[in-house]
């Protein structure tokens, strides 16, 4: 089988025009989604970026392979030690591995592994197509790469091509001359008055007043699709148009791969995949431009599947998580998936609508900004969270995303049982990962032991300056005595 993956960084679902987008952010993403199955609950089990695309490419939870974090020991895979072969776990039992298995052949158009200093990452592929920008590369970079892949084996028999496209991911930088498509385009309604109004009382990094990491930057200076600060509706209207010419500005050159396949006969007999590593919040749970939390913003994903064997048109609600992928293209493939992923196939439903092929429930964690758990079912997520590093979140939220997908209303305090059956799914999952752990360690308290959440660690002191220099004083007495209170010296504010 011809696969392409296409694999988008910080790409949310509900900003294509396919998952009901009223931007024109996507024509070519929706012209495949139209003669494939589009999937709406499909989610990333660890965000954000290096442990996503790990859990993914090792078909393993970060609880499993050791990566939940972007530093730090929880960065790394766990070390395999006296039992470890002449090949190692991924060498023997990584995605590529089992498709090389298969007799594809593997190849990547990605500064990924660079990126992130995640050279296991590369586990199984033949082909490395690395041009070095390290993810500040924009699609019209990326594209010639894969056009001159597909140009020497497109026509081959069987092959796997994963294209790895950053032009969503901040800061916003699309050229210039392409343009402003969404001038005339209003943003998403949710974000009021009176919410936007109430994120400028509260803090952290990357909230609505600092955008852009700890604060203090200017990066409109530089790159005009920027903002430096999102102070009214009209700063988050052009924060989103920045973030939704991204979006399109890849979408237009996924097109040009789509038109190349088709221009050689091939795009019917390709498997296009589409997806990303996670999503990004754009003002929920007061994150604007990132992907710092355990919930349904940041780690529900697009996967869009068409192709060879795939239903036409459809739609499949059912829960999944992303490396449920890779057993899936496994049993696509008439290849046996490694004994010991964690996914689970869902063929079924791509190909013959099958609902038993998801999942009741699903877990899903962060551990670089923060360090929590959710947990998602019905229409519920529960967001546990053990160290908001330098954000004001509680121990506990529950949304109910049916009626407030942004989640913008706590329901923990008014529901009580449904809290309760949330934390009892969650125990009971990290009962049973333990239980089939071979390091016998949970790496989130890995994180917690070194200081908390990596890219909060060490920036207390100098970030409780700018909320008293903004006028925010009584968030910077809150985390200090949160940190005096838990006895933390470096890292995030133990609420």
């Known amino acids: 089988m011809r696969i392409l993956y296409v694999d988008i960084d910080s790409l949310r679902p509900d900003h294509l025009g396919c998952y009901g987008y009223h931007r024109a952010t996507s024509p070519n993403i929706d012209a495949a989604a139209a003669r494939g199955t589009r999937c709406t609950n499909y989610y990333a089990t660890d965000a954000p970026c290096l442990p996503s695309r790990t859990a993914l490419f090792s078909g393993r939870f970060g609880i499993h392979n050791g990566v939940v974090g972007h530093g730090g020991t929880a960065a790394d895979p766990f070390v ?9 776990n991924l060498g023997q039992n990584a995605w590529m591995t089992a498709l090389r298995r298969a007799k594809h052949r593997t190849a990547t158009v990605s500064t990924f592994g660079e990126r992130h200093s995640a050279w296991h990452w590369y586990a199984g592929f033949q ?11 924009r699609a019209h970079e990326v594209v010639p790469y894969a056009l001159d892949w597909l140009g020497r084996h497109a026509r081959e028999e069987n092959w796997f091509l994963h294209v790895n496209f950053w032009d969503p991911h901040t800061p916003y930088r699309t050229p210039p001359e392409y343009g402003e498509p969404f001038a005339d385009a209003p943003p998403p309604a949710w974000l009021t008055p009176e919410r936007l109004a109430a994120h400028r009382r509260s803090y952290g990094p990357h909230s609505a007043g600092e955008p852009v990491g700890f604060g203090g930057e200017h990066p409109s200076q530089r790159l005009p699709r920027m903002v430096d600060e999102i102070a009214t509706l009209g700063d988050f209207k052009r924060w989103i148009d920045g973030y939704d010419t991204g979006i399109r500005y890849a979408d237009e050159y996924v097109g040009r791969i789509l038109d190349a396949l088709a221009a050689a006969g091939l795009l019917e007999q390709t498997l296009v995949l589409i997806s990303a590593d996670h999503g990004e919040n754009q003002g929920e749970l007061g994150v604007y431009g990132d992907h710092q939390t355990a919930d349904h913003i940041t780690c529900r994903v697009p996967l869009i599947a068409a192709g060879p064997g795939i239903r036409a048109g459809a739609v499949d609600e059912g829960l999944h998580y992303h490396l449920d992928l890779p057993p899936t293209l496994c049993e696509m493939l008439g290849v046996a998936p490694a004994p010991h992923w964690d996914g689970r ?27 929590q758990r959710g947990v998602r079912w019905d229409k519920w997520l529960l967001l546990r969270t053990y160290d908001p590093g330098l954000k004001p979140y509680p121990p506990l939220l529950l949304f109910d995303l049916a009626a407030d997908p942004h989640e913008t209303v706590d329901l923990a305090a008014a529901r009580s049982d449904v809290v309760d059956h949330g934390l009892a799914l969650l125990e009971t999952w990290h009962t049973a990962q333990m239980a089939t752990s071979s390091s016998g360690v949970d790496p989130m308290w890995t994180v917690l032991r070194e200081g908390g959440p990596f890219h909060t660690r060490g920036q207390r002191a100098k970030y409780c300056e700018r909320l008293r220099a903004t006028g925010r004083g009584e968030h910077a007495e809150r985390l200090e005595r949160a940190a005096t209170a838990a006895g933390v010296g470096h890292g995030g504010a133990l609420a």
């Open 345 to 371: 196939s869902f063929a079924p439903a791509l190909t013959s609508a099958a609902a038993s092929a998801a999942r009741d429930h699903l877990v899903v964690s962060q551990a670089a900004w923060a360090c």
């Open 80 to 88: 395999e030690g006296a039992d470890r072969k002449f090949r190692g």
């Open 127 to 137: 082909e490395i197509y690395n041009h070095g920008t390290g993810g500040g590369e």
